[in-house]
């Protein structure tokens, strides 16, 4: 009987490349939202931003990116990084139950900066999956001074949800403008994810009042007494 060699046995899959260094389990097709911020604190207003975006957009999951640090702040009337990151999974917590939102120190991980780098980075890690970059419309309205600004816009697709105080200004904002032939109806909303960017939409709804800076007057000003 003739001795059959069948080799070595096939090696188990593994994760996907970057899996186990970016904490993120997201699969080809998948429409992801990312929600980038300090979250310093998080609250339920930024819950009512990632729970909008989700409903309306029909999204897989909403990834909150928590900055290290925001390079357009100040470091100092930052919170550590842990601390933020406990509050946006207690504000993640009132947008919806289970793996759909989830908060993630990628920036901290990959060693990002600036939003236009770790969106490339995301990218790159995550081929096949359709992302849709999400903020508050108070980010709209100085959107233009980011860095790599029009490089996001031409990324991927972006969905602007409305916030109390800025729905004129950043509805009239120099973005807005820029890139008006490629603003999607909200009626249309859920298409998003399948568009090649640019192309954005403005989501209206019920209004939550709550800011961080607010918070955090109320939090030093407690302080002092």
Not at 42 to 64: C, K, N, P, Q, S
Not at 144 to 150: A, D, P
Not at 157 to 183: E, H, K, N, Y
């Amino acid at each position: 009987m003739p001795f059959f060699h069948a080799g070595p046995a096939p090696k188990a899959r593994g994760p996907r490349p970057g899996a186990l260094r970016d904490g993120l389990d997201l699969s080809p097709g998948m429409a992801v939202g990312l929600f980038g911020g300090s979250f310093n604190p998080a609250h339920d207003g930024h819950a009512h931003v990632a729970e909008t975006a989700m409903r309306r957009l029909g999204l897989d999951r909403v990834i909150w990116l928590v900055s290290p640090q925001n390079p357009l702040k100040d470091a100092r009337d930052s919170a550590p990084l842990d601390e933020r990151m406990a509050s946006a999974r207690a504000a993640a917590a009132m947008a919806a139950a289970g793996p759909s939102m989830v908060v993630s120190d990628f920036e901290t991980r990959v060693g990002t900066q600036w939003t236009v780098d770790t969106l490339r980075a995301l990218t790159a890690r995550h081929p096949g999956v359709r992302f849709v970059w999400l903020m508050g419309s108070d980010n709209l309205a100085g959107f233009h001074k980011w860095r790599g600004w029009t490089d996001i816009m031409r990324m991927m697709p972006m969905a602007v949800i409305a916030r109390p105080g800025s729905q004129l200004d950043s509805r009239t904002a120099p973005t807005a403008a820029r890139f008006a032939s490629a603003r999607v109806p909200a009626a249309r909303a859920r298409l998003l994810p399948e568009l090649d960017a640019p192309a954005w939409t403005y989501l209206t709804a019920p209004l939550n009042p709550r800011s961080s800076t607010a918070l955090r007057a109320a939090r030093d000003a407690a302080a002092r007494l």
